[in-house]
């Protein structure tokens, strides 16, 4: 189900940003047996760093099965976040491939004719390659909805083995299935099998259900066995399940699992707020690429200066007030042509929220999208706040508690 676009203004603030291909190819390690693999809490997560070193990253391609990405820096699966909407102005912001919102499998098996229900999975022409990320509990209904995905035109499927939430894990879905091996290995069978071998197969998982010895026996049986039937790539967050948004995610544990991994597509999740931070886990735990998640909600500028930084460019520069007014002028009609006109305004709202953290007035810009409820009161938010130009902030600053996965 292909829906075209309105093209971009080209007036946008990195319009004029044409960045070379990228790789980490080089960073690839050898591998490392698993057994001296006891990761203690890291400190990356509270990082602000500083000038990069960069000169050892070799620009290049991102392999993912049948999949060429021009960069290592993707948009992650974002429950209620990452509609077409969102994934389009994350590809033309720099993201070099995204993931659709986290779909419950027996969803999209019988998603009907509703709009509402077929904008979670439409796709546009100008964002392939894209994925989409399903979740549930029971492996005879993967396959099915990956089918269908595919015959939507998603050109990738994940399967969620990581989310948190506790309703989640309740209904046996997300980061519960990393203690039950057995079941996620043949939902990784199913959907490799029922999905044509163009189409690539890829996980999410955190690092284990806690720290106990038996959940790394269990990260690791799942992770190889999910690589023995097929997958092509490996999403995976330093955080346990147990942690879910607590505390600083493990990039010590990223490196180990890149090590054991070889040659083998690994991308890595968790604290990632700032182009910094991105090239930092490249060049900190060689994982192959870095999936963008809480990170670029609000913040589609995130993917080009991680470009730039890779591409060895000058530090980010924030947007300005009136080139954040210009983008979300932008993402706002690419909501309503999704969601139509009455759906836009309150679809809008939430991430309105997110792009005030760039502005300087963060907190009187915030507050005054929530009280939005109508198109107008959209608009009037724009007139009183984004009429006169400034340098915007780094919304870096701000603690982000938002769930990327509640899907259940």
Excluded at 59 to 68: D, H, K, Y
Excluded at 134 to 159: H, Q, T
Excluded at 238 to 258: D, H, I, M, N
């Amino acid at each position: 189900m292909e829906a075209m676009i309105p093209p971009r203004p080209t007036a946008s603030a990195l319009g004029s940003l044409t960045p070379g291909p990228l790789a980490p190819g080089s960073l690839t390690p050898g591998p490392s047996a698993p057994g001296s693999l006891t990761p203690g809490p890291s400190a990356i997560g509270s990082l602000t760093p500083g000038p990069l070193a960069i000169g050892s990253l070799t620009p290049g391609p991102l392999a993912i099965g049948s999949l060429t990405l021009d960069a290592p820096v993707v948009q992650a699966a974002l429950a209620g976040y990452s509609d077409r909407a969102m994934r389009v102005m994350a590809r033309r912001h720099g993201a070099a491939y995204a993931l659709g919102e986290v779909l419950l499998d027996r969803f999209v098996a019988v998603v009907g004719t509703n709009r509402r229900n077929l904008a979670r999975i439409a796709v546009a022409d100008e964002e392939h390659p894209v994925g989409g990320q399903l979740m549930g509990s029971d492996p005879a209904e993967f396959a099915p909805a990956a089918i269908r995905l595919v015959e939507e035109g998603f050109d990738c499927i994940d399967i969620n083995f990581g989310c948190p939430v506790k309703k989640v894990l309740g209904r046996c879905r997300g980061g519960y299935l990393l203690g039950v091996p057995d079941t996620a290995l043949e939902i990784v069978a199913r959907v490799r099998e029922a999905v044509p071998p163009r189409v690539p197969v890829t996980l999410k998982m955190r690092r284990g259900i806690d720290d106990s010895a038996e959940s790394a026996e269990r990260f690791w049986t799942i992770f190889d066995g999910a690589f023995a039937r097929g997958a092509a790539a490996i999403t995976v967050h330093g955080r346990t399940v147990k942690q879910k948004y607590v505390g600083p995610s493990s990039w010590e544990f990223l490196a180990a699992v890149k090590r054991r991994a070889g040659s083998r597509v690994v991308i890595g999740s968790g604290d990632l707020f700032s182009a910094e931070a991105c090239v930092e886990m490249l060049r900190q735990t060689g994982v192959d690429g870095v999936s963008v998640a809480r990170g670029a909600i609000g913040n589609p500028w995130i993917f080009a200066q991680a470009r730039r930084l890779l591409a060895g460019g000058p530090p980010r520069a924030f947007p300005t007030i009136h080139e954040q007014a210009e983008v979300l002028a932008e993402h706002f009609a690419l909501a309503e042509e999704l969601h139509g006109a009455d759906l836009a305004g309150r679809r809008m709202r939430k991430f309105a929220i997110k792009y005030a953290r760039l502005h300087p007035e963060h907190l009187p810009v915030r507050d005054a999208f929530v009280a939005v409820k109508t198109n107008a009161d959209w608009q009037a938010v724009l007139d009183r706040f984004y009429a006169d130009d400034g340098p915007g902030r780094d919304p870096a600053a701000d603690v982000d508690e938002t769930a990327d996965c509640d899907a259940a």
